[in-house]
């Protein structure tokens, strides 16, 4: 257990529909990070969120935002879906800002399905 | 830019015979190296990590070491399990905030 939490574990919505996944980082940590794993783009970085402040952008559409809020959990809001935003969605957590080489701990992930 | 380009699999294996799995690198700078797993219906769990030229990681038999020079981090276990059976990604963070992943290494352990 990382001490990353992720809700819901699956999602099943329809396309055009908008949802939001939730994210608590380990306790102590002040980073949170968002990743998409697909079956044809792989692991992909989205967005990275340190102190409530936006840090780093990834590989996210303009359909897809994120906040990370005073006590520290973080959520991805995904809207206008389409059948390729299906997808597993991962959140992770670290005590800093992305300092050189530390380590991210990943929650077990939200499934999101688009029918 | 900087990329992690590892083995393909699948990789199956029987139980007890010895494992690699390669994995080169691509990055400019001296960044940290991650063996990740994910085993079925689960999220990601750090295996092993290295920081530096030379450094080996390990964890629960498993071994890799930072080769600067081959710009390789070789993931070995001299024993596998069915436990083992999941998928491996090896990573790199080079300063950035975003860790950059390989493709992942489907690893399947007969009995």
């Known amino acids: 257990d990382s001490g990353v939490t992720q809700t819901p574990k699956h999602l099943i919505t329809a396309t055009g529909q908008r949802v939001t996944l939730r994210c608590s980082p380990r306790s102590g940590d002040l980073s949170v990070y968002w990743y998409q794993q697909s079956l044809d783009q792989g692991l992909q970085f989205l967005i990275q969120?340190?102190?409530?402040?936006?840090?780093a952008k990834g590989n996210i559409l303009e359909r897809f935002s994120a906040q990370q809020f005073p006590d520290l959990h973080s959520e991805l809001n995904l809207s206008s879906l389409e059948l390729g935003d299906s997808a597993l969605y991962f959140c992770a957590s670290s005590v800093k800002a992305g300092v050189y080489g530390e380590t991210q701990y990943f929650g077990p992930g939200t499934r999101l399905l688009v029918l | 830019g900087d990329s992690v380009t590892q083995m393909e699999g699948p990789v199956t294996l029987s139980e007890e015979a010895f494992l690699t799995i390669n994995c080169t690198y691509t990055?400019?700078?001296?960044?940290?190296l991650f063996w990740y797993v994910q085993y079925p219906g689960e999220g990601l769990q750090l295996l092993l990590k290295?920081?530096?030229?030379?450094d080996k990681g390990s964890n629960k038999g498993f071994e890799a070491t930072y080769r600067k020079e081959t710009t390789s981090f070789h993931l070995e276990k001299g024993s596998v399990q069915v436990s083992d059976s999941a998928v491996y990604f090896c990573a790199l963070s080079g300063g950035a905030s975003k860790i950059i992943f390989g493709s992942g290494t489907r690893l399947s352990i007969r009995p």
């Open positions: 969120y340190y102190n409530g402040e936006e840090r």
């Open positions: 990055a400019t700078g001296y960044p940290s």
């Open positions: 290295a920081t530096k030229a030379d």
